[in-house]
């Protein structure tokens, strides 16, 4: 079993930053990736960045202002979302891939507004 607890979510004034931590925990023993998605009010589920191995890959709407990061010993992947703007505004989720299966995190909010 694989637990995924996201942090760092909340209130934020537009142009202003936040950071999201997703630590993973459980019986771990492959990751083939561990990515950010984001759902907001009425829309479908997005992909915002992802990590594998050496590869990132970020949505386009976000491209230059978010960064996703990992620290590999703490099973632990970073969002930074600088330059916030209330689109951004959304339920982020965690979720992390292994050869075998796919896990989510509970989701955290983000509001973006002044």
């Known amino acids: 079993q694989v637990q995924l607890v996201e942090s760092g979510g909340g209130l934020v004034q537009p142009g202003g930053s936040v950071r999201l931590s997703c630590a993973a925990s459980g019986s771990i023993f492959m990751i083939n990736a561990m990515a950010w998605y984001r759902q907001a009010p009425g829309k479908e589920r997005e992909l915002v960045a992802l990590?594998?191995?050496?590869?990132?890959k970020y949505a386009d709407s976000v491209k230059g202002r978010f960064t996703i990061s990992r620290d590999s010993a703490k099973n632990t992947v970073y969002l930074q979302m600088n330059s916030l703007k209330p689109d951004d505004t959304a339920v982020y989720y965690c979720?992390?891939?292994?050869?075998?299966?796919?896990?989510w995190g509970q989701g955290t909010q983000v509001t973006v507004s002044s």
């Open positions: 979720k992390l891939t292994t050869p075998w299966d796919a896990y």
């Open positions: 990590i594998s191995g050496g590869s990132i």
